[in-house]
């Protein structure tokens, strides 16, 4: 059996010696604990004459006691080196500059097609969704096109198979709607739309278009201009003014095409309408008869109009943007300029 100095040499080296707050826990159960070293000393009492016993009794204890309290000791000051370790390890400086948030916002296209929604939607239009990837029979079967268009051809139209393709344009929402309900109707769409095209800076492969028509008793012409004329001063400015010229869509009959007085130079003539004074917009006119009758209704009664726009051509001139490419790469650069 050790003698007590023994022990307690062993354990105050050993504590002295010890470099973190667990190893500590370790030695206090190891000499200090119910199975410790020290504490099993005690029960050699037995073995001793009645005399020493309560001598030896303290002793331990007093062995104990300086060992705890040595204990203490070296946990307070390993703790205070642990913490002022840990303290550098996660040092921050509060110095630095902070990193910017970077907010979303709206895409310019979705901020273009909100103001639309809100114009044509102040006009009394309602707003409704269309597939992309449509039927063969909305795109161009329901709007009247003779078998042999050339804008049905593969050239000009991507093909899914043999009855679907990716709409070329949102006029296809019009058989959609006459199949399901019946005049008075005003609505217009706002949508992605695909031509197999050989992409420029005015044409892409992916575009969106808004297309709007309007079927009632005795609408004519005149509510055509009224609307897209209200419409153009709406998005461009009260000084607008709207040009038709006669132009052919198979689903609309008479069919024009329409520009506005240019926003920049007010009709003079400038770079950006390239010295017309006049910047085409899209295609318009009165819904051809033959469609009105293929949904059973009744053309005596009633007439439609309907117009179609290219969504891009508003930010484009709006911002003297000369690409249209550059509203689908996502380049931050140039998507963070717009307002949202
Ligand atoms: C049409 O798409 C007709 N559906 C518009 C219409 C509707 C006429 C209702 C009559 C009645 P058009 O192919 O011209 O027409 O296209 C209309 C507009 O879409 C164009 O003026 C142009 O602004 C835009 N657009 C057409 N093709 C592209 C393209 N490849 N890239 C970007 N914009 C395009």
Redesign the pocket.
Known sequence: MPSIETVEREAMEAVAAASSTQELRELEIRFLGKQGVLTGLLRAIGQLPPEEKPRFGQQVNAAKARVQAAIDERERELKRLENAARFERERIDPTMPGRRWRVGRRHVLQATADRIKAVLGGLGFEYLESPELELFRYNFEALNYPPDHPAMDEQDTFYIDDQHLLRT?C?AIQGRVFERRKPPLRVFTIGRTY?N?NVDR???HT?H?V?CFMVDEGVSMAHLKGTLGQFARSMFGSDVRVRFRPDF?P??EP?VDYAISCPFCGGSGCAVCKGSGWI??????LVHPNILEAYGIDTDRYSGF?????V??IPMMSHGIDD?RHFLENDLRFLEQFPS
């Not at 085409?280 to 006119?285: D, I, K, V």
């Not at 309907?306 to 290219?310: E, H, I, K, N």
């Open positions: 344009q006029t031509r095209e005015t044409h892409g575009f278009q297309d869509f689903f609309v069919g085409e917009l899209g295609g318009a006119g309907a117009f179609g726009l290219g891009e051509r249209l």
